[in-house]
């Protein structure tokens, strides 16, 4: 099976391209510099010409608070564009994998959120991610969308890499304390792809693929520092202090619990998603060796 995957250069699309093999499946990536997604006869063209038997949209513009300033690229990008893909789909009679976000709910609920609850975009960039994936339902009836959280990887910016260069640099931070979600490694949201796109079992519609448990950011600062100092890496770090988000004011709003229930995927596809703490000594590990490389070639 051919799977063709935009923005193959991401957090998920680079987990993508690397466990297509162990799936016995063939991708085929496409970045912004050899698709743009946001060119409705490029789109078209290029499915014409792979052939592909699905398509994983992994293209995203993720840059939530410039967003805030940029709605008419955010929207190209995160609506418009996968509109385009969606039609592509549905006129060549293959499925779309469309990844989402935890951002298309405000926040207020008390407990984790389910696929039927309602959402409430809270900024711009929620704002486009709730219309992608309206275009999605509207224009493509064989299409999965996967609303995910907190996401962080080896490769890439994310919030545990951003930790671990802070830890190094400075002896004080504060981290909010206040928000809550489930942090979600992107090689698990690969592997759940590929696990669904693999199954016997069809069932289109919305789920949720996020890694238990809930914890709050600062929480989650805490963990990837205590990893840190189990791997042996030096920190100047001396005092993690919780805030709340009043302390931390940003252009663009988050819900302040974005936790997501994943009962249905794992019910409908009998699979279980594993714990984050798993995926997040594996990313502390590869950015020790990230980091060791950058030593001895800047030597």
Not at 275 to 292: K, Y
Request: charged fraction near 20%; glycine fraction near 6%.
């Amino acid at each position: 099976m051919k799977v063709l995957i935009t923005g193959c250069h991401g957090q998920v699309g680079t987990a993508l391209m690397a466990l297509a093999s162990s799936y016995s499946l063939q991708a085929v990536g496409f970045d912004h510099d050899t698709l743009d997604i946001t060119d409705q006869d490029a789109v078209l063209a290029c499915v014409t010409q792979e052939k592909p038997s699905a398509i994983i949209n992994a293209a995203a513009y993720t840059a939530v608070d410039k967003a805030e300033s940029d709605k008419d690229t955010t929207f190209a990008v995160n609506a418009t564009a996968v509109g385009y893909l969606a039609e592509a789909c549905a006129l060549h009679d293959i499925p779309l994998l469309h990844i989402s976000t935890d951002y298309v709910f405000d926040g207020s609920k008390s407990g984790a959120y389910v696929e039927d609850d309602s959402v409430a975009p809270l900024g711009v960039y929620a704002e486009s991610k709730l219309a992608g994936e309206e275009a999605v339902r509207k224009l493509c009836e064989k299409h999965y969308i996967f609303r995910t959280s907190w996401m962080f990887s080896a490769h890439g910016n994310n919030f545990v890499k951003t930790m671990l260069r802070l830890g190094k640099e400075r002896d004080t931070l504060g981290v909010v304390s206040d928000q809550y979600g489930k942090p979600t490694a992107a090689r698990e949201i690969a592997h759940t792809l590929y696990k669904m796109l693999t199954s016997k079992q069809q069932a289109w519609g919305t789920y949720h693929i996020a890694q238990p448990e809930a914890c709050s950011w600062f929480d989650f600062a805490d963990s990837i520092f205590q990893e840190a100092r189990k791997q042996g890496i030096p920190l100047a770090l001396e005092t993690l202090n919780a805030i709340g988000t009043a302390d931390y004011p940003t252009p663009a709003q988050r819900p302040q619990n974005s936790a997501l229930d994943c009962t249905k995927i794992e019910e409908v596809f009998s699979l279980t998603i594993k714990p984050w703490s798993e995926d997040l000594t594996a990313v502390v590990t590869a950015w020790v060796i990230e980091q060791e490389k950058d030593t001895t070639h800047a030597s």
